[in-house]
């Protein structure tokens, strides 16, 4: 960076109010409380938690440095979480994003925690801020879909949606038209489980919202009961939208949201997009040239986000892969035409090429010596880039339906090519395995792969999420202390450092690994805030079931080579009567979660034969928010599930006085876990160190998530069960001690815990008799 710079920006460095006069109005933590009065009433001040979590925040973003909270249930993370960047924004200028694990959770923040942020900022900083939320393409609208959904249904392929003057047009059509005229040619379009009254709703809905600049246009703003298949009638999947090169006499909505995003102080995103510009280097919201400068992230449920980068960065590559770029292909040109049917036997040949080469590699974590394909990737190369001959050159094609298969097309060779070249040879932090899963139902064949994941993310996440580029324009202020020098990304062609910009980064979550930042390259402990539903904690229970006699230990044990161990078949049979006993003790009112989806549909229909009351799971046929509606509905209601449950349910009061666990759901062993464990020990952890980060640390994580359920409000309490007799302490089948802390070490807030199973069943039914009594 050259020495004038760097004096410019160290000599303009905004520096703290230092008079009276110079003041601000409030602090952050005043301001926080007026935040709070807004959203509840005057007087109302923040929680403990919350304050000494907007305390860090604040400090974190003034140094531009790093910090990790985490803030049980009920801290109300949003508050600060948007308050203290509020703050930066009304009094310095900077601008800030907020990430949210979910869409849910995203619209939450900006539709019902800004509004009065916003309010206390207006009333008391004297500024009028903006938030804006960005969400990937497949959320918004769709022009182009959207005409030619239109022409499916009006029977007319000349309909454009190249003018906004062509939607109004277009609406007196469709609302005169009879879905027994379209339907089949619906049906033909999209499949024929396809809602053709559903998807005339949504067409007509999509086209008001497109007239309307104001309105957001996503799918979260639609009121119409709709499925996936109904919505991408009138949406885009991301490489298929219409994109910011294209020419149309009106923006689409993905396109206004960015605009809005670019006026707003603070631009409220989730995981998916921070996810994809670490995993691929795209600057999809950090550095993006539209967006405009930021200089503050926030992560809300931040220990989901490293996961997501992997999802992000894990590429496959098998014999199917030729089929999906001819199918691409084909549906922009003709089919029937010699020369494409010939080059598609070529790839026909080359699938089982393919298959044949990676099948000597089944089952294998390949190493950097390790190339299945060998010199059948420049042939590969080569059959794609004559496959991409057949598309037309000029790509000036108006007609929608054309203009979506060549996107489609555009983005399945795209996609291929990236999988080619990232399974194909060894990168540094990145596994890579082979392996040959059972044919998926309907397939015909099932195909061997190689497969690619990216494994310790924190490079990725600090290049591309916690830095950012200098700006000459816009970083005036930014001081010497917070630039960072970055290695040249090619030392032969530009071999000057690259200086970049450290962002202030708060990450949050109601859990937290204690490796998070190791994990995340977050210079930050893990700070744990006070909860407060520690009376509530303090007066429920919990029972980890023990072997303690020696008849339990024989009914749960096998001894193969001597010593004792839990035996997982004989578990699974003990657990089921174990859940029952507690489920009628307590006159059902329970969540009942298993590790394992067989082991959980097994648990749901031993219930359904011995209780008395309502049982649901989640595998009941229906949308999992119905069948959770109907546990919620019946207060004495039982609901089964596995993983998917063990977050994002609750129910008030007794209808979840009972969370039931059958043991923490640690995954089975898999080649990017094992390849996260080979990085710690590479990095001098020893191999059990190294698995107990890795494996046990994440099912903890999960562990305590699904126990969490028990208590979400001020008002909620009752007996937590985890039914692993390995997790009490001192038996000859108990997990090591380091592994069993990691377990239990959250569950100290509990009140009273006992192993013994009639105590627990006696808790149960003593308690039921008090809430009776109470009521």
Known sequence: MPASLLASTASTATLAPSTEAERPPLTELEFLDTCVAEAVGPGATARPGQAQLAAAIAAALAGRTHTIGKAPTGVGKSMPGL??????????????????QSLTLQDQYLNKDWPAIQRAA?????????????????????????????????????????????????????????????????????GPHIDAVAVKKLLIWAIDRQLNFDAPGDRQSCDIVHSDREWFAVAAMSAEAVADSDKWGFETKAQEAKIRASEADIVIVHHVLLAIQAAK???????????????????????????????????TFSGASFRRVENAIAGVIDRTDRSFRAWANDGEDLAQATEQALGRFTGKRLTDLDHPLGVLEESIEGWIEQGKSFLPSGRGAKNPATMIAQGRADAAIAAVLDALASTGEHRIGQARWVESPAAAEGERKSWTSIAASPVY?????????????????????????????????????????????????????ATMSPH??????????????????????????????????????????????????????KHVSWARAHALRMAQANGGRALLLTAKSNDGKALAEYLRARLNVAVYSQWDGEAVPVITAKWKADETSVLVGTKSLMTGVDAPGETCSLVWIDRPPRKPTNPVDDARVESLIEQNFSRFDAIRMVYVSDAALELEQAVGRLIRGMRDGGLAVICDPRLAKGTPISYSELDRQTYMNPFGKFGVRFAGIDRAEGYLRYRRQLVRASA
């Open 83 to 100: 308050g203290i960047p509020a703050y930066r924004a009304a009094l310095f200028g900077e601008r800030s994003v907020v990430s949210t």
């Open 122 to 190: 207006s009333k008391h900083l004297g500024a009028e801020l903006k938030a804006a939320s960005l969400k990937g393409a497949n959320n918004y609208i769709d022009p182009r879909r959207m005409a030619h959904t239109a022409a499916v249904i009006l029977d007319d392929p000349g309909v454009s949606f190249q003018m906004l003057s062509a939607l109004a047009d277009t609406l007196p059509r469709l609302k005169k038209a009879k879905a027994d005229d379209y339907r089949v040619r619906l049906q033909k379009a999209f």
């Open 281 to 315: 280097g795209l600057n999809i919201v950090i550095g993006n040239a539209t967006i405009g400068r930021i200089d503050h992230l926030i992560i809300d449920e931040a220990h989901t986000l490293p996961s997501a980068v992997r999802d992000q960065g894990a590429s």
């Open 457 to 509: 993310v924190g490079g990725m996440l600090r290049r591309q999420l916690w830095l950012r580029e200098l700006n000459e324009i816009g970083d005036e202020s930014v001081k010497e202390e917070h630039l960072a020098e970055l290695p040249p990304l090619d030392s032969e062609l530009d071999p000057e450092p690259r200086i970049s910009v450290r962002l202030g980064v708060a990450a949050m979550s």
């Open 516 to 569: 998070f930042g190791f994990e995340a390259k977050l210079d930050s402990p893990v700070i744990a805030y006070d909860s407060p539903f520690t009376d509530q904690y303090a007066a429920s229970c919990l029972h980890v079931p023990a072997a303690s006699t020696p008849e339990l230990m024989a009914e749960l044990t096998d001894a193969p080579y001597g010593k004792p161990r839990l035996s997982l078949l």
